[in-house]
């Protein structure tokens, strides 16, 4: 099986997607001629022409908003945002059309679009192009929100959200894309919205974490007995997964790079309360950013949750 | 190095027909005695269905409505130009394009009493739900076009706005996209002059709205809006330039917001109540019925049969909602996305549950 890193294996979701169906289109700011910034898109333009792989003026309200009118008269874009920090102009079209189009008109109108942005910290890059603001997705009914964690099932994913019938958020972590190489398959292997993966089982705790903190969780906890749920989809999210392991460890540590307040972690955390209490042996604890702004590169390792950390909140919890 | 003009920029304005109900011949779009007595029929029906949904919303029948009071010829001569395989994104002040389009009357009056699914767009038209949030669907129009370009498809796109849109960054994103693309869009402000209670002047400093579209590379024209002929024979002419691969146009209608914003808006607290008199002299409505009686084709007779038809129509559209099968409470689910996710089902069976 062909080794590949996460860049070119959702290239090559894109690629095979797009043979197989023409209603996908791709826009964006560079997307085109240069491939896209972190060259995600190169080689499209040559395949499949200026039709389908769509340069844009340097608009993200304008480039999700001319998506979700595409999508509404049945084709499927792909709009990528350059950096998921530049995503908030787009945040009304997201919001209060792309994820509700289909109930505004009881299913008279759908708006199957997939917007894919880089993010997360650690790549020694200006201001906002660090974010991992995936919480606010979340928040948001109508749309679902995806963050692969490594090329296999970001390959994988990406197929899945191309076919999805509604608009997905598609978040691909920066630091990883050139770090993780792995087996992925050419052709059709979807893997399916909405569920979760155990990456390692174990059975003295559940750490939960996706995207780009996935490799960190996994590097630091080699020496525990630890069994790692990759969310993948954090909307809709897959609560049987979590909560069967819950069951099974009575511990939950839950690791996201964005600030602790009102991140996704809070919401799996009163999820497990609500529906899993009787199970846990201790508090849930949540290693995430503190409530600050990303910092720059200097202070960025003080932000992001290490190996200390993780390993710190693992050791506490095994106390109780 | 001489300093010189590089660019000058003409800014063109439409009148046809003026309040008293003369017409310029020369200038006269090519409408037959059917079809600009339809013109005026849709008209009346506009104006009807606005005072019905006035009258309903006092009497608690329906909720908060916009009404398109005075701006009812820039609405029914737009969209009479328009076919039916062209795709529409209105604001929600566009009564008047809904009722030329033949969008079914009881619909409207269900989406105003609060009930979603009077917008389910019949089969065979292309109307999208009517976007609340203002202007920013101008660049949903924006990418419609761009699909049908791809498509191949022979139609146009058509976005309905007000002043106030033109100030929001969704219009200028959408505008520019449709320059730089050529797009197949015809984008129709509706200048009433308010935005609740903000006046023109400071939405925007320039003379006129119309040329703001010379910015973007494309043409725009201001037509008074209070003449049908004027707003249906511009609107034509861009329809063909867009069908025919000659990019988008900006149509400035130039009228008159003369009911408050919406039913829950008291006009008279920011604007004077001449200013609405000297409106209410340029009616659309009563200068194409002066026109009409001038080239012989209205009688009193035919305007109470014409009343009574209206009346009619709007009587059974009335019924027609308000006699409609109440929605179920679990609707509410059904169409968030094509599959109810794990914890919706849950919710839905709370709900289902609450009602047993």
């Known amino acids: ?320 | 190095m001489p300093r010189s003009v590089i660019e000058t920029f003409p800014v063109t304005r439409l009148d046809i027909l003026d309040a008293e109900g003369n017409a310029d011949e020369s200038l006269l779009p090519p409408l037959s005695r059917e079809d600009t007595l339809r013109l005026y029929e849709l008209l009346v029906l506009s104006r009807a269905f606005d005072g019905r949904a006035l009258s309903l919303q006092r009497e608690g029948r329906i909720g908060t409505y916009p009404s398109i009071l005075g701006q009812e010829a820039a609405q029914v001569g737009s969209a009479f130009a328009l076919e039916k395989s062209d795709w529409v994104f209105p604001s929600f002040r566009e009564t008047g394009m809904h009722v030329a389009m033949g969008y079914p009357l009881d619909l409207l009056f269900r989406y105003w009493a609060g009930d979603e699914r009077g917008l389910v767009t019949p089969e065979g038209l292309n109307i999208l739900p009517v976007c609340v949030s203002v202007g920013t669907h101008i660049p949903h129009a924006v990418g419609a076009a761009m699909a049908a370009r791809y498509r191949k498809d022979p139609i146009a796109v058509v976005a309905y706005f007000g002043d106030g849109a033109t100030s929001k960054g969704d219009f200028h994103e959408g505008f520019n996209m449709a320059g730089v693309y050529r797009l197949p869009v015809v984008f129709i402000c509706q200048n009433n002059q308010w935005a609740i209670s903000v006046p023109r002047g400071l939405q925007t400093a320039a003379a006129t709205i119309a040329q703001k579209a010379i910015a973007y590379g494309f043409e725009g024209v201001q037509v008074d809006g209070n003449d049908v002929f004027a707003v249906y024979d511009a609107t034509r002419q861009a329809l063909e330039r867009a069908r025919s691969g000659g990019g988008p146009t900006f149509i400035e209608c130039f009228t008159y917001r003369i009911s408050h914003h919406t039913t829950a808006d008291d006009a008279d607290r920011y604007r004077s109540v001449d200013e609405v008199e000297e409106w209410k002299k340029r009616d659309p409505i009563e200068r194409l019925r002066r026109f009409l009686e001038k080239s012989g084709f209205w009688t009193i007779k035919y305007q109470r049969e014409l009343e009574q038809r209206t009346r009619e129509t709007i009587d059974q559209a009335v019924r027609e909602a308000e006699s409609a099968a109440p929605a179920e409470r679990r609707e509410i689910f059904l169409s968030v996305f094509e599959k109810r996710t794990p914890r919706q089902i849950r919710e839905m069976k709370g709900v289902d549950d609450a009602g047993a």
């Open chain 1, 1 to 320: 099986m062909p080794v590949r890193n996460m860049v070119q294996a959702i290239n090559l979701a894109l690629r095979e997607e797009m043979e197989r169906d023409d209603r996908i289109v791709l826009l964006g700011e560079d997307v085109g001629k240069d491939g896209g910034v972190f060259r995600i898109t190169e080689g499209l333009l040559e395949m499949f022409g200026e039709e389908r792989i769509i340069d844009t003026p340097l608009a993200e309200s304008g480039i999700v908003g001319a998506a979700v009118g595409m999508a509404l008269y049945g084709l499927r874009p792909v709009a990528e945002i350059q950096f998921l920090g530049f995503i908030y102009p787009a945040f009304d079209q997201i919001f209060s059309h792309a994820a509700r189009y289909r109930s505004r008109s009881r299913g008279r109108f759908s708006c199957p679009l997939v917007i894919r942005a880089p993010y997360g910290a650690g790549i020694k890059a200006p201001e906002l192009h660090e974010e991992s603001c995936e919480a606010f997705f979340c928040h948001m009914p109508g749309v679902k929100v995806v963050v692969p964690s490594g090329p296999y099932v970001a390959k994988g994913l990406l197929i899945s959200a191309l076919r999805d019938p509604d608009p997905v958020i598609f978040l691909e972590p920066t630091r990883l894309y050139r770090m993780i190489r792995e087996d992925v398959p050419d052709g059709d292997h979807a893997v399916p919205l909405g569920q979760a993966r155990i990456v390692r089982e174990g059975n003295d705790v559940t750490v939960i974490a996706w995207g780009s903190m996935l490799e960190r969780v996994v590097k630091s906890l080699e020496p525990y007995d630890a069994e790692i749920v990759d969310l993948l989809t954090l909307s809709p999210f897959d609560e049987e997964t979590v909560l069967r392991s819950v069951a099974k460890t009575g511990r939950v540590v839950i690791v996201h790079e964005a600030p602790r307040t009102c991140g996704f972690g809070a919401e799996l955390a009163a999820t497990i309360a609500e529906e899993a209490i009787l199970s846990l042996r201790g508090p849930v604890f949540r290693v995430a950013g503190p409530d600050v702004p990303v910092p720059l590169a200097k202070l960025v390792e003080h932000y992001l949750p290490d190996a200390a950390r993780i390993r710190a909140a693992v050791e506490e919890l095994l106390r109780y």
